[in-house]
């Protein structure tokens, strides 16, 4: 009896032993078993993301380079403006010195004129006379040399000078023209048209500190 319960006490273990290894087979994925899932990518997909990204790109660069031309044009300008306004700071100092000395080198020559003049109708010494008239010949050739300079100068200022400042230079050109030529009216004297040249001299460079000083006010 004691043999007969051991027997199938055996046989059951080795049946349960048999099921585990069964089960387990069973429960243990393979690789056939793996399936995947879903549809694949379609051609949007791989085309519209890599097109977006260039186009983004593309137009970073273009505003880029707008913005620079931009501020590239403005910078230009500004240079231009600048440039523009120094030159004309230049050529309107250059111009009243040039005043200043053609006027001093007209009354210097009518001075000397005038000596000679006395000395010739005071019948003085042939040498004196000879002196007098060699003064008033140097003092008249660098009047001359301030005119034909003063006249380079206004030709080629009209780029930087307003119409109404080149307007009144070409005048005041034209009026020591005159007075160096002793041109002028009958009923007008000498002292008159020397003083209406210093009027119009004093026009001129009242009006030409006023456009430095907005240049300055500007800068």
């Not at 099921?19 to 519209?48: E, I, M, R, Y």
């Not at 010494?125 to 060699?134: H, L, N, V």
Request: proline share 3%.
């Amino acid at each position: 009896m004691r043999n007969l319960v051991l027997g199938l006490a055996l046989f059951s273990c080795i049946g349960w032993a048999q099921a585990d290894q069964t089960n387990v087979a069973v429960s243990t994925p393979t690789a056939n078993s793996v399936k995947l899932t879903g549809a694949p990518p379609t051609w949007p997909q791989f085309v519209f993301p890599p097109l977006i990204g260039a186009s983004m790109a593309l137009a970073g660069v273009w505003l880029t380079n707008r913005n620079n031309r931009t501020a590239n044009e403005r910078q230009r300008q500004h240079e231009m403006v600048r440039w523009r306004a120094e030159k004309k700071q230049e050529v309107l100092s250059r111009i009243g010195q040039l005043l200043v000395q053609t006027n001093h080198a007209l009354h210097h020559t009518e001075w000397r004129l005038k000596k000679a003049t006395q000395l010739r109708n005071a019948q003085a010494r042939a040498e004196e006379i000879s002196i007098a008239d060699e003064s008033s010949g140097r003092a008249r050739q660098e009047l001359y040399e301030r005119l034909d300079e003063l006249a380079t100068v206004a030709g080629g200022a009209g780029f930087a000078l307003s119409d109404p400042l080149w307007r009144r230079l070409q005048a005041l050109h034209q009026a020591f023209t005159d007075a160096t030529q002793r041109e002028r009216n009958a009923a007008t004297s000498r002292e008159a048209q020397l003083d209406g040249l210093k009027t119009q001299m004093d026009k001129f460079l009242a009006l030409a500190r006023n456009e430095l000083d907005a240049l300055s006010g500007r800068s």
